[in-house]
Every structure is written in C-alpha cells, then in structure tokens.
C-alpha cells in the first residue's frame, strides 16, 4: 500500500485518541469508585442498581417504622407497669384495712387514699407519647381517653388499633386501647373497693382484694403481648438489617469499580499511551526531507 | 537537423521540467488540504530526431472513484450516529440518574416522606414535609418536560439550519456544475468532491457522475441537482400539544422527501420519533401519580376532619402541569391520613399512599420500573450510537487510508520527483550551453 502524510497522520491521531480516551474512562472509575456511573454506561447493571437502590431505600424506611413502633411500645411497656405498680399499693392499702382493728372512720380514710391512688390510674391511662394518647385507641388526639367525676370512671376513646407497616405486606397492631384496659376491671375493682371502704363493707373488701389480684395478673398479660410485638419488630428489624447489608453488597458488586482491576488496566493503557506518542514524535519527522541536504 | 533546432526541443524541456516541478510544488503546497488529490505530470517521449513537440500540458488528476463513492455513502451513517450519539447522551443528562437531583431519587423520597406521616399521621409537621416532597416531585416533573421540550425546540432549529445548508451545498454544486462543463478545471472537481462530502455528512444522498463531467445528486429519489436543474429542500413542523413533527419536502412539487441517513436524518429521527416518546411515557407517569394518590387521599380525613380533598391538582395531565393542589398547597393540614373521621391516630390512608408505590398501576409497572424503563430505553441508545459512532469512524477512517493511498500526496514521492526533475533541468540547461560552446565552434570556422 502506498502510504502518504495524510494516512500516517490520521492513524497517529486515532492511535493517540483512542489511548486517551480509555485512559479517561479507567481515571474516571478509579476516581469515582463507579464503573456504572449511568444507564449508558451499562443499561441492563444500571437498571439492576436501580432496583437495589430503590430496596435498600424501602426497607430504610421500613427500619425507620419499626424504629418508631418501639418507641410507641417501650412507653406503652412502662406505663402499664406503672399502673401495675398502683395496682400493687391500691392491694396492700385494701389489706391494711381489712384488718379487723379498723373501724368504719379508719376505712373512710383508707377510701379516700383509694381515691387518690384511682386519680393516679387515670392519669398514667391518659399518658401522651409525643403528644398523643397513649390508650385512646386512634382518638388519639382532643378529649382525653378517661374522666373520672368522683364517682365513675367513664372510656371516651374508641377500641381501635393503630397499625404500622414493618415490612412488606406485614402489619403489627403496636397500641394498648382504653377499652383492652377497661377489660382487665382496673377501674371497676378500684371503685368498688373504694364503694366497699366507704361503707364499711369487709366481705366486699376481701373480694376487692382478690378482683385486684386478678387485674394485676391481666394487666401482665397485656404487657407480655406487647413483649411478644416487641419480639417481631426486633426480629423483622435485624432480617431488614441483613437485607440491606447484603443489598449493598450486591449493589457494590453491581456498579463499583474493581480497583485492582482498573488500575492494572489503567496502567497497561498508559504505557500504550506513552508508546504511541513517542512514535508519532518520531515518525513526524520521518520523511526524506530529514535525509537530503 | 540544425543545432537551432536541439535549441528548441531544450527550451521545450526546459519549460517542460519547470512545469513538473511546479506540479510537485502544488502537490506538497496541497498535502494538507482536505479534499486535494494527488496531480501528475504526462510527459510524451521526447523526440530529437524529427521537429515533434513535447507535450506537458497533460496534468492528470489521480482519484479512485469506487473508494470515493463508498466514502460519501459511509460519511451519511457516521453523520447520523454522531449526531444520534451527541443528543442521546444529552436526554440521558436531562434525566440526572442516578444523582439525588435524579427523579428516581426524588420519588423516593416523597414515598418515603408518606411513610414517615404513617407513622406519625397527627403530626402537622410530617404533613408539611409531605407537601414539600409532592412540591418538589411535580418541580422535577416540571423540570424533566421543560428540559426536552428545550432540546426539542434546539433540534427544530438545527433541523432548520442543517436544511438551509443542505440548499446551500446543493446550489454550490450546481453553479460548480455548470463551470466544469465549460472548463475542466482540477480544482473545481476538488471542491465539488469536498462539497459532496461535507453533503453527504448531512443527508442521505445517491450519487451519478456523468460522461460529461457533471454529477447528478439525488435524495430518497428525489433529484436535487442535475444537469442545470435543482431543487431545494424545505422544511415544515407541525405542532401538535408538546410534540412537534418535521417533514421535509422538496421546494417544488410539495413532495415529502425522506431524510434517514446523515445529521438531518438523526435530528428529524429523534425530534419525531424519540423526544415524543419520552415526553408522552413522562406524561403518562405523572398523570398516572396524580390519579392513584388522588383517589385514595379525596377518601381520607385529615386531622380537622377535612375530606374530599386532591393531592395534587385534579387538573393533570402531564409532567408539564403536574403540581400540588392549592388546598393542600396552600394549608398542608387537609393532608389526609385517616380512613375515619375523628379518628387522628389512624394512618390507613397515608398507609396507602405509601403502598402505592408497589402498586402495578402505570401500564402494568410499579411507578420505579416504568421510570426505569425509560433510563433503560434510553441508556441503551446512547449506549448503541456510541458503539455504532466508534465502529463507524474505523470504516471512514480506512476508506480515507484507501482513498489517500492513491489519492493522497506523498512527501517522499514529491521530494524524489523534485530532484528528478530538478536533475533533468540540469541537464538541459547543461544542454543549451553545449549548444552554445557548438555554436562557437561553428563561427570561429568560419
């Protein structure tokens, strides 16, 4: 083939191009740590890096519903065992004035610290979180869930529950509803021992004792339910975890660069670089105009 | 033969060398222009026996046709993919994936933002983070139609301009035409071969050369220029909502001509047939948005017990009108989160709205794979242009070597000519003073 200026010319600077061009494109991906920067760059890794983002970014917001259902449960938790915990004085005030050595004044005192302990309950029940009522079922907001007129204890929320998502298609019910607590008779035992005090009534008294006793077993029961909630939410949370870390894995896998990789070819195409500029430095000059004199 | 007349026949080579090398003086002048061929020098034998002339007036322009022509149909296709490789990547920068700016992104963080009112659904603080993320969804929206229909409106102009070149070209040719047919000058082949080129880099063209010089251009059929005919392009884009067609058609005769292949055919080929695409799936996905929450929110209460209330605006139809209704605009608490009136703590419906986005409700796709089948759509386009623009650059570029090789002008060629006929302009010279020294002996005879 007869070779002129213009073909040697041409493939110098396709040589010397195409050299550059890949130089730029290994700097880029060591740079940015990326060999799949966008949907050109690979369509099908990119679309895929997409789906795995869009995951990692579902199930955060999954963790970060849990992270607040615990929140929800762990006052929840505390607050019944208060209430527990008043159950617990409100006993040992009906076994004090059981005794026989009590007269009808006496119990009229101990009544009126039953008064004070069922003012306690209704309190801790009428609890916010974050300023929302802890046993108003959904009202939770507006009229407070109990009111208590001196004489009866009167429920005006409703007996839903409130749901959170944890996970794909997986609800857990994370409230405690007044009406749940109104069914342990909480308040119902505690008027009554108050009624039986007030009007010297032993035989109620005693019986008071035992609905006490039998409220407090039920109150445990609601706080273990809501241990075992507690229970699903840790464990969707560390499956979630596992998940996302084995997603970013796989999302590293999917566009991140491997370096050794790169930089091994980075460095082989900058030697190819080098070599071809140093040939077109020499073989611009070589023609036979360097030759005759 | 008198000694007068081997005076004559060196005269005659003398200026028979000097013409030589005022070829090769051309030739190197030339070796960089584009479009230059290669000229070389005939000379008919000289003959010293009998009175015969020396001819040196043959130039010859060195060119191989075949190679040429396969030029010109190549330089249509690597036009398109450039062009094609060059727009496609701009679309694909329109989009911004996968940065936080991208809508990928910003979908997330909207349903996202619908997740966190579920968790928190009495909160006029989550609600207002909510219409904040739907503000910014709709921008995005916004942002991405605006962007196209920019490059839409770029393209339309460029389709203009590579049209009025195209008529420009087209005229050259056929005024360098009717000059050649007069005078059959080298240099106007030159620039007509640099004209047909830098043509069919444009559009789509078929090439005749006739008998008598003259070429014949013609386009999807159509004949451009021809034997001191020729015929203009124009261009006519019609607009329909936001999509806009162009044709082109021939000035006379109103037909439509066409353009496939060259710049022109790769702008007309994304101007109608990508950027509507995109524009009308983009529309599609907006609406869609619109619609599914819509439906659910209009069903809920807020706090206050508001219902009956739209998201966004009931108006949407597309990415360029999506936006944020102005009750919730304006009051982000008739945002509404509860399937019950009275009942705050209930968060069904932001629940819902949140599940929206695992809904198959966009032409069967969740609203994330329909998206992501447009950036697909679209990375694989850039990605096939720019694997055609490179293929395509090796096949010009071997066919410039072919052409070249014969065509081209070679330094080492002209520098040897040069002495060679440096060397027989010597020689003649040394010639004339021979004759000279003979002449001298022939008078001192006498």
Redesign the interface.
């Known amino acids: 083939?007869?070779?002129?200026?213009?073909?040697i010319m041409?493939?110098l600077l396709?040589n010397v191009n195409s050299s550059k061009e890949n130089i730029n494109k290994h700097q880029t991906a060591i740079a940015t740590g990326k060999e799949v920067r966008?949907?050109?760059?690979?369509?099908?890794r990119?679309?895929r890096?997409?789906?795995f983002?869009?995951t990692i970014?579902?199930n955060?917001?999954y963790l970060?519903?849990i992270n607040?259902?615990k929140g929800w449960l762990d006052t929840t938790t505390s607050l019944l065992d208060d209430i527990s915990s008043t159950m617990i004085d409100a006993k040992e005030i009906a076994i004090q004035a059981a005794d026989e050595s009590n007269n009808a004044e006496d119990r009229r005192m101990f009544a009126d610290k039953i008064d004070s302990v069922i003012n306690d309950t209704i309190n801790l029940a009428n609890s916010t979180y974050?300023?929302?009522y802890v046993f108003?079922?959904?009202?939770?907001?507006?009229d407070k869930p109990f009111s208590y007129d001196g004489v009866t204890v009167t429920y005006n929320g409703?007996s839903?529950n409130?749901?959170?998502?944890i996970a794909?298609n997986y609800n857990v019910s994370i409230?405690i509803t007044g009406s749940q607590l109104e069914d342990t008779n909480l308040f119902s035992s505690l008027v009554d021992l108050r009624d039986a005090l007030n009007s010297n009534d032993t035989t109620s008294i005693q019986s008071s004792i035992e609905n006490l006793s039998s409220t407090s077993e039920e109150l445990f029961s609601l706080t273990s339910a809501l241990g075992s909630v507690k229970n699903q939410l840790t464990m969707t949370e560390k499956r979630l975890d596992t998940a996302n870390m084995n997603l970013s894995s796989y999302l590293s896998q999917t566009e991140d660069v491997d370096l050794s990789k790169a930089i091994t070819e980075y460095n082989a195409e900058e030697m190819t670089y080098k070599a071809a500029l140093s040939t077109t430095s020499d073989a611009i000059h070589l023609?036979?105009?360097e030759f005759?004199r | 033969m008198s000694i007068s007349s081997i005076l004559n026949i060196t005269k005659q080579a003398l200026a028979d060398q000097r013409s030589a090398v005022n070829t090769v003086a051309k030739n190197i002048s030339n070796i960089n222009t584009d479009g230059y061929k290669r000229r070389r020098i005939d000379l008919n034998s000289h003959q010293a026996m009998f009175n015969s002339k020396v001819t040196a007036d043959n130039i010859t322009r060195i060119r191989q046709r075949f190679v040429e022509n396969q030029l010109f149909y190549e330089n249509q296709n690597l036009g398109k993919y450039q062009t094609d490789e060059m727009i496609m990547t701009q679309i694909e920068n329109i989009f911004g994936e996968p940065l936080e700016s991208g809508l990928s992104n910003i979908m997330s963080e909207f349903w996202n933002s619908w997740g966190d009112l579920a968790n928190d659904p009495e909160s006029q603080y989550a609600r207002t983070i909510v219409r904040d993320k739907g503000v910014s969804l709709s921008k995005t929206f916004n942002r991405i139609y605006s962007d196209l229909d920019n490059i839409n409106q770029q393209i339309n102009k460029d389709i203009q301009d590579k049209v009025n070149q195209v008529n420009q070209i087209v005229d050259q040719i056929n005024s360098i035409n009717k000059q050649v047919s007069a005078n059959n000058s080298d240099d106007l082949m030159d620039q007509r071969d640099l004209l047909i080129s830098n043509l069919s880099n444009l559009i789509n063209i078929d090439i005749r050369e006739g008998l008598n010089g003259k070429v014949t251009i013609s386009t999807d059929g159509q004949i451009l220029v021809s034997n001191g005919y020729v015929n203009n392009l124009s261009v006519n884009i019609s607009r329909e909502g936001s999509i806009t067609t162009a044709n082109i058609q021939l000035v006379d005769g109103k037909s439509l001509v066409d353009i496939n292949s060259g710049e022109l055919g790769s702008l007309i080929e994304i101007n109608n047939r990508y950027i509507p695409d995109y524009i009308s799936k983009l529309n599609t996905l907006a609406s869609s948005i619109a619609e599914q929450v819509n439906a659910i929110h209009s069903k809920g209460y807020s706090v206050d017990g508001t219902t009956g209330i739209n998201f966004f605006a009931d108006d949407v139809t597309g990415a360029n009108n999506l936006r944020v209704s102005d009750e919730v605009f304006s009051d982000p608490s008739v945002i509404s989160t509860s399937s019950l009136i009275n009942e705050p703590g209930d968060s069904s419906i932001a629940q819902s709205v949140f599940d929206l986005q695992f809904y198959q409700g966009v032409e069967g796709n969740t609203v994330f794979d329909f998206y992501n089948t447009i950036i697909g759509q679209i990375g694989n386009q850039v990605q096939e242009s720019g694997f055609l623009k490179k293929s395509q650059e090796m096949v010009v570029q071997n066919l410039k070597n072919q052409r070249d090789s014969v065509s081209g002008v070679s330094l080492d060629e002209e520098m040897v000519n040069l002495i060679e006929h440096e060397q027989a302009y010597q020689a003649a010279a040394r010639m004339v003073s021979t004759v000279d020294e003979m002449m001298q002996t022939v008078l001192n005879m006498l």
Request: glycine share 8%; no cysteine.
């Open positions: 083939m007869r070779i002129t200026q213009s073909i041409r493939s396709q966008n949907s050109s760059s690979n369509p099908v990119f679309a890096a997409s789906r983002r869009k970014s579902r955060e917001q970060k519903n607040d259902a974050l300023g929302k108003g079922g959904t009202n939770t907001l507006g409703n839903q409130i749901d959170r998502r794909e409230n023609n036979l105009l005759i």
